[in-house]
């Protein structure tokens, strides 16, 4: 399959980049081809639904619009494409048929550069954001790989120091080894200009489809360079499909994963700033403390908790822009999801309650997860938290350097499954901060789960964060949660998390 793409592109490439739009329509009739093939490699059997015996073919009728008569033009250089009599599938969406704009007005390019304004204070120091970048280009010469592009919200964040917002549109950093170019959409202004710290910056305009590759394209095809570094993780099989029509002769490699393991041993610097995140989740926290009564709805107490945060991120860090912090409070059975969202329910007398406070400064996350009840509790609540609690401590101990991420989850599952409550649990014990967010930047590698053999080092930084939940109906009944940060130290760990947990804390009496 990815022979058959690849030779389709050298061709294109030879006559010309043409419209991409009207190239990807055909696209999809060259992965059908393959999928519908007990080989992968021929035609198969048509797709179910498509009323026709042919379907896509991966010929020149799928390419062909029968409305306009359009062909490619490399199509008709090569005649021997062109005499397969099928019908077109009229399903096909057909891009030809698209809009089109002559480029003729120099008001209206597709890439402009605007340099608005002045480079803004760094989160970071720029020697800091260039020992990032020295690791990467160390790790581009081993790896034989000539240039990079990142389009993830958390690498583009990692090495330039701009979180882009997306909103349907693509955005790039591009790396060589002489050069740092950010790819932005003009709508943007010149915000990703002020904050690419190193660098260059590029705007693509909205006035023809597909400007983005465009400015990949003119930044790296014709220089020479044979290899691209490319997150597989995160780009879509369109958006691939579409960068090989831009640079066809740079062979596409993964450095997805091998960022992620750059991003997992954090700085001086980052740490001096998930430090700073750890004190202000624990403002939220009181915040919600303060907030909290009977009667008082959830999106409530989880606003007052928010406002508080970004208050004091925009007090500590004046020069950082305010995005993405957030609060999730869950009571009651809202709490058996610990990525469950904000309702409008009304905290009761006796609920149990889950506090999550996320601070965000420049893309970095931290947090606050605690249990709670108001005014009371009952005896099988406070058993089963008792137990929970037992848990995290001994976590929290478990965290050193030399451990493996592994062994210190099997350990704790034989504590639950000491007391039957093994089946309750629902995710992993822990894992990494850094650059990240609920929509971005896992570092997978760094997780305290049954399947992950890394080995903690001085530098990282990790959650310990136990749950079970308790179905509705049983006694007990809710998700109970602590969660406390903790950075790897030479001969340690120490808890950068004030907030207190436990019973004997956060039972929260307001009568």
């Not at 969406?93 to 809009?99: G, W």
């Not at 790819?183 to 200009?193: E, H, R, V």
């Not at 905290?347 to 997860?369: C, H, K, Q, W």
Request: aromatic share 10%.
């Amino acid at each position: 399959m990815w022979k058959l793409l690849t030779l389709s592109t050298r061709i294109i490439w030879e006559k010309g980049l043409p419209d991409l739009p009207k190239l990807t329509a055909a696209v999809p009739a060259v992965f059908t081809r393959c999928q519908h093939s007990e080989t992968g490699h021929g035609p198969g059997p048509a797709p179910v639904g498509t009323g026709s015996s042919h379907g896509f073919t991966g010929t020149t009728q799928d390419v062909h619009s029968p409305v306009t008569g359009w062909r490619p033009q490399y199509l008709d250089s090569h005649p021997a494409h062109a005499h397969n009599p099928s019908s077109v599938r009229k399903q096909h969406f057909d891009a030809s048929q698209e809009p089109r704009l002559k480029w003729t007005d120099h008001l209206m390019p597709r890439l402009i550069e605007r340099p608005n304004g002045h480079k803004v204070k760094p989160t970071f120091s720029v020697e800091e954001l260039q020992r990032r970048l020295n690791l990467l280009r160390t790790y581009m010469i081993t790896g034989r790989i000539d240039a990079v592009l990142f389009t993830s919200y958390h690498n583009i964040n990692y090495y330039s120091d701009f979180l882009y917002c997306a909103f349907g549109r693509t955005y790039g950093l591009v790396v060589t080894m002489d050069k740092v170019l950010s790819i932005s959409a003009a709508i943007d202004g010149g915000q990703p200009w002020r904050r690419t710290q190193i660098g260059d910056n590029v705007i693509y305009t909205d006035w023809h489809r597909d400007n983005f590759y465009h400015a990949v394209q003119t930044e790296l095809a014709g220089r020479g360079l044979m290899t691209l570094g490319v997150e597989f993780d995160h780009m879509t099989l369109d958006s691939f499909t579409k960068l090989n029509l831009a640079v066809p002769d740079m062979q596409k490699i993964d450095i997805g994963k091998a960022t992620m393991r750059l991003r997992m041993k954090k700085s001086d610097e980052e740490i001096a700033l998930i430090r700073e995140g750890a004190r202000i989740a624990d403002l939220g926290g009181w915040a919600f403390v303060e907030g909290l009564d009977e009667g008082v709805p959830e999106y409530e107490l989880a606003i007052h908790a928010s406002n508080t945060m970004v208050r004091e991120i925009a007090r500590t860090y004046p020069h950082v822009e305010l995005m993405n912090t957030w609060a999730w409070i869950q009571s009651g059975i809202n709490t058996d999801g610990a990525h469950n969202p904000v309702t409008s329910r009304r905290v009761r007398s006796g609920d149990i309650l889950s506090l999550n406070t996320f601070p965000m400064i420049s893309g970095y996350y931290t947090a606050l997860e605690r249990t709670l009840f108001l005014n009371h509790a009952s005896d099988a609540h406070l058993a089963l938290w008792d137990i929970n609690c037992q848990v995290h401590r001994r976590g929290l101990e478990l965290i050193r350097p030399g451990a493996r991420c592994c062994d210190i989850a099997t350990e704790l599952n034989e504590m639950y499954r000491e007391h039957g409550l093994l089946q309750y649990r629902s995710f992993g014990y822990g894992h990494s901060f850094g650059s990240l967010c609920h929509y971005y930047g896992r570092e997978a590698e760094l997780e305290l789960r049954e399947d992950i053999q890394t080995v903690l080092e001085p530098g990282m930084v990790v959650s310990m964060e136990p749950m079970i939940m308790i179905p509705e109906g049983m006694p007990g009944a809710g998700g109970y949660r602590e969660h406390d940060i903790l950075v790897v130290t030479e001969d340690g760990a120490e808890d950068i998390t004030g907030f207190p947990f436990g019973p004997e804390y956060n039972i929260i009496t307001k009568t």
